[in-house]
């Protein structure tokens, strides 16, 4: 009786030490994933405020990856506010690839090739870490910027006027103006410009991508201006000698202007003339480009034919 008591106690005590070998055992599992988790967190921190993030950072969840890739995929929310008072909020992640801990930049893996000879070293350098999941909102952030839109309706106001003042006539409007934006890897390479420059004069409101003007995505040939104009309202007194004479004027007359009337950049102005003998009317563009102030006219495209 007493042997059987004997062992029962023994077995129980067994069982005893397995159940707290076991809590130990998943105790010390849970603390070294906390301390993953804790280590991940506070080099993310690390990484936004050396980018030049001011803002506030905040964890929102951490979860393990084995589909997409094998890593961890760490959920966060930016908030930042502006000298002009908006405030950014912004819910992003990291994608962070183990053992090499290697960041995702997915929206930019096929892209980084044709970006990157666009851009000078420093730029390279910016580029090589905005690129990765988490600081993907950085190269829109300039979009949010209250006073954006009502730069780009100044620029397209004070264009058409300078149009129409040239020539003592309605040649276009306001409303016949519109930005067009170039490829995706121009558009991105002129951001990322932008944003050195930015930096370099001590502004690094979200890491220097906030203040990104519409000139400055103009002058980095980012976004073109296109401008619809009725070339035929640029003398309608004059009695025609030739089909494309008064787009040859309203050129003339573009370039006679002064140095810096026009902003640097790319402008698409698009127009029509009929040609008398083919009976056709021809819509066409004509590329005029402005660097440091003084313009050149490109040669011109036609984009369409049709017979009357």
Sequence with gaps: MKAKKYII?????????????????????????????????????EEFKLLGLKG?????????????????????????????????????????????GEHGADLYFDLS????????????ELFDIAKRN???????????????????????????????????EQVTFDFYCKFELDSREKVCAAIISQAVKNRDNGDFEAAGFYNITPENLMKNKGVSLSISCNFSR????????YPTEHVDIFKAKLLSLPKGSFLDGVYLINGSYYDDQKRTDFEL?????????????????????KKM
């Excluded at 950072?57 to 930042?80: F, M, P, S």
């Excluded at 640029?234 to 000698?241: A, D, G, H, R």
């Design 9 to 45: 106690m023994v077995v129980a005590f067994v069982i005893n030490l397995i159940i707290l070998t076991s809590c130990e055992q998943r105790q010390s599992k849970d603390y070294h994933l906390f301390e993953q988790r804790q280590s991940k967190d506070y080099r993310l921190a």
């Design 234 to 241: 640029v003398n309608p007194s004059l009695t025609y000698s």
């Design 56 to 100: 506030d950072l905040k964890v929102i969840d951490t979860t393990k990856e084995i589909e997409a890739y094998y890593g961890t995929r760490v959920k966060l929310n930016y908030t930042e506010k502006f000298s002009d008072g908006y405030i950014l909020n912004e819910n992003t992640q990291a994608d962070i690839r183990e053992p090499s």
């Design 285 to 305: 563009i004509c590329t005029f480009v402005v660097e440091d102030g003084i313009g050149h006219f490109e040669e011109d495209k036609i984009i369409s034919e």
């Design 113 to 124: 090739s044709k970006i990157e000879p666009l851009l000078n070293v420093k730029e390279k």
């Design 134 to 168: 988490e600081f993907n909102f950085l190269l829109d952030v300039y979009k949010k910027r209250p006073g954006f839109k009502l730069e780009e309706d100044k620029i397209k106001k004070d264009i058409a006027k300078k149009i129409n003042e040239l020539f003592n």
